[in-house]
Structures are given as structure tokens and as C-alpha cells.
């Protein structure tokens, strides 16, 4: 491997999008450094699912594999570190790691992630990604026709009731606390067999993370085989913000279509820049992150 002071690229997260933009990096004969601290967010979920030619595959193995084939080009090289600073640089930026060492390179990719924020409720952070599931075209057809339920509340409750609908008749809406829905929007769940559930949540009974029952407040008891939940999340990390990065209105690092940030230098891919959180997702935005970089960087050396 090169010195360190003469890397192309440094990456920031070694998950889907981080690996797929260094594989495309590595087979462009860019010098690059990946530095993961090891946390997906995916890390409870059994299947990936929706991954062409990988479809059900575990997320794990899917990481494994990825590593192994970044790892076949000479010119990269994966780091386990956690990367707490970062700076522009005359000519680059340089990344600091809580493990002590420092790495400097021309161009930046944050593919650091988000975080979930998830509520409260005993029970549900240890059945996230397992049975508390957030997206029904990663995990929706395992629990088809089974019962479900929703938690969410207005506008966005009921575009999620709506969706969950199309994969199983036997589904209810949990508001947790009283119902914001429109008159409107009631009606129209109530036609399509979608009850309405306003009473707080108080635990999810479970097993190794696989649902047996929904606990309410009131006592009251929902056996289930899913809940859907879409929580708010912020970034895993504050490098974005060290470099002066623009967000989103919702949080998320905004980028172009080149996968640029609001920083010249840094580029962005995967979950840290897109509600479309899906294995697929990631790599084809992490794929088309390398090929800018390498061309951003021919133009400027030609």
C-alpha cells in the first residue's frame, strides 16, 4: 500500500455504499483507504432481501463477501477505526480516528450512516430489523397475509397503512395516543378493513427478537407477526458537520447527482443521503460515487 499521504481517496463507513464506491475505485487503480468502525445499521436483520442474485441473503455474509473482493485490488485497503475529525487541507482533507492515527487524502466519501431513533418501548429496539420492520420491499413478502400492524399517526401513518395494506387484509393502524388522522383518512381505512388503534403501546412481548404479542396500555393484548414502524433518525457521525456539509430538510446530507456534497472534495452515498434505505440502494449509489471521483480526479490531473 502507497503512503498514506498519497491516497486518492479516503472512505469513511465500510458498509454496502462505502465498499461499492472503493470496488469501483480499486478497478479504476485509485489508492484508497476505507475506515469502518463496525456498526451497520442492518446488524440485527437475519435476511437481506430485493438484492439481485443475493436476494435473502444474511447482511453479514453480504459484507463478508464485499470485503473479499475490495480486498482482491492492490490499491485498497479496508481499516477498522472510528473517524472522529475530519479537515480541508491545501490539496485534501485529513481524517483524524479515535485509535490515534490521522490519514490525508484528495478526495472524502462519507458513507457514515444514520442512526435510528426508536421509541421507547420495551421490546422494540430488540425486535427492530428482526419483526419491527421499516421497509415492506426488504422484508414485506416473509410475512404476507399475516397480521400486521402499523405504528404512525397522520399523514404519514396513513400513507404507511396504505402501503403495508398491499401485503396483508389483516392490518391495524397503532396511533400510540389519540388519532391525528383527517376525518377523510379514517374513513377511507375503515372501508379497506384497517382498524384504528389509539390506545398507548406498552411493550413487545417477544422471543429472541421474533414477535409473540403487542402489549397495550390498557391491558389489552395484539398477537402479530410484524409491526411496521418508520422512525426518525439523525447522522451517525458529526464529520459532516465538522466540514460544513448542507443537510436536508429532513436531516439527510444533501448531495447532487454525482454524489457531491455542498463541500467541494466530499462526496456522499448510501444511507446518510436517502430515505431508500435498501441494500441495492446503497451499492448502486456507492458504484456510481467511485466512477465521479475517478473522473473528477482525471480532470483535474490531465
Given at each position: 500500500m502507497p503512503a498514506e499521504d498519497s491516497l486518492d481517496v479516503l472512505i469513511i463507513g465500510g458498509s454496502y455504499a462505502g465498499l461499492a464506491a472503493a470496488l469501483s475505485l480499486g478497478r479504476a487503480?485509485?489508492?484508497?483507504?476505507?475506515?469502518d468502525a463496525g456498526r451497520p445499521c442492518n446488524r440485527q436483520t437475519p435476511h437481506s432481501h430485493n438484492f439481485l442474485?443475493?436476494?435473502?441473503?444474511?447482511?453479514?455474509?453480504?459484507?463478508a463477501r464485499a470485503r473479499a473482493e475490495v480486498q482482491a485490488y492492490p490499491s485498497v485497503r479496508l481499516q477498522a477505526a472510528t473517524a472522529v475529525r475530519a479537515e480541508?487541507?491545501?490539496?485534501?482533507?485529513?481524517?483524524?480516528?479515535?485509535?490515534?492515527?490521522?490519514?490525508?487524502?484528495r478526495r472524502l466519501v462519507l458513507a457514515t450512516g444514520v442512526v435510528d431513533e426508536?421509541?421507547?418501548?420495551?421490546?422494540?429496539?430488540?425486535?427492530?430489523?428482526?419483526?419491527?420492520?421499516?421497509?415492506?420491499?426488504?422484508?414485506?413478502?416473509?410475512?404476507?397475509?399475516?397480521?400486521?400492524a402499523v405504528l404512525g399517526n397522520g399523514d404519514l401513518g396513513f400513507e404507511?397503512?396504505?402501503?403495508?395494506?398491499?401485503?396483508?387484509?389483516?392490518?391495524?393502524l397503532l396511533t400510540n395516543g389519540p388519532a391525528t388522522l383527517t376525518p377523510a383518512q379514517a374513513a377511507q381505512l375503515a372501508?379497506?378493513?384497517?382498524?384504528?388503534?389509539?390506545?398507548?403501546?406498552?411493550?413487545?412481548?417477544?422471543?429472541?427478537?421474533?414477535f409473540r404479542q403487542l402489549?397495550?396500555?390498557?391491558?389489552?393484548?395484539?398477537?402479530?407477526?410484524?409491526?411496521?414502524?418508520?422512525?426518525?433518525?439523525?447522522?451517525?457521525?458529526?464529520?459532516?458537520?465538522?466540514?460544513?456539509?448542507?443537510?436536508?430538510?429532513t436531516g439527510l446530507l444533501q448531495v447532487d447527482e454525482l454524489q457531491r456534497t455542498s463541500v467541494p472534495g466530499v462526496y456522499a452515498a448510501g444511507d446518510t443521503t436517502t430515505p431508500l434505505r435498501q441494500v441495492a440502494a446503497a451499492v448502486a449509489a456507492g458504484s456510481r460515487t467511485g466512477a465521479f471521483i475517478n473522473h473528477e480526479l482525471i480532470a483535474a490531473d490531465f
Amino acid at each position: 500500500m502507497p503512503a498514506e499521504d498519497s491516497l486518492d481517496v479516503l472512505i469513511i463507513g465500510g458498509s454496502y455504499a462505502g465498499l461499492a464506491a472503493a470496488l469501483s475505485l480499486g478497478r479504476a487503480r485509485r489508492r484508497v483507504l476505507v475506515l469502518d468502525a463496525g456498526r451497520p445499521c442492518n446488524r440485527q436483520t437475519p435476511h437481506s432481501h430485493n438484492f439481485l442474485t443475493r436476494d435473502g441473503a444474511a447482511p453479514a455474509e453480504l459484507a463478508a463477501r464485499a470485503r473479499a473482493e475490495v480486498q482482491a485490488y492492490p490499491s485498497v485497503r479496508l481499516q477498522a477505526a472510528t473517524a472522529v475529525r475530519a479537515e480541508a487541507t491545501q490539496g485534501g482533507f485529513r481524517v483524524t480516528t479515535a485509535e490515534g492515527p490521522s490519514y490525508a487524502a484528495r478526495r472524502l466519501v462519507l458513507a457514515t450512516g444514520v442512526v435510528d431513533e426508536l421509541p421507547p418501548v420495551p421490546g422494540l429496539a430488540e425486535c427492530w430489523g428482526i419483526s419491527v420492520l421499516h421497509c415492506p420491499y426488504c422484508h414485506g413478502y416473509e410475512v404476507r397475509d399475516a397480521p400486521l400492524a402499523v405504528l404512525g399517526n397522520g399523514d404519514l401513518g396513513f400513507e404507511f397503512a396504505r402501503l403495508i395494506r398491499h401485503w396483508s387484509p389483516d392490518l391495524r393502524l397503532l396511533t400510540n395516543g389519540p388519532a391525528t388522522l383527517t376525518p377523510a383518512q379514517a374513513a377511507q381505512l375503515a372501508a379497506h378493513g384497517i382498524g384504528i388503534v389509539d390506545t398507548p403501546l406498552q411493550a413487545l412481548e417477544h422471543q429472541a427478537g421474533q414477535f409473540r404479542q403487542l402489549r397495550l396500555a390498557d391491558g389489552a393484548a395484539l398477537p402479530l407477526t410484524a409491526l411496521f414502524a418508520r422512525v426518525p433518525n439523525r447522522q451517525s457521525s458529526d464529520l459532516p458537520a465538522q466540514l460544513g456539509c448542507a443537510l436536508t430538510e429532513t436531516g439527510l446530507l444533501q448531495v447532487d447527482e454525482l454524489q457531491r456534497t455542498s463541500v467541494p472534495g466530499v462526496y456522499a452515498a448510501g444511507d446518510t443521503t436517502t430515505p431508500l434505505r435498501q441494500v441495492a440502494a446503497a451499492v448502486a449509489a456507492g458504484s456510481r460515487t467511485g466512477a465521479f471521483i475517478n473522473h473528477e480526479l482525471i480532470a483535474a490531473d490531465f
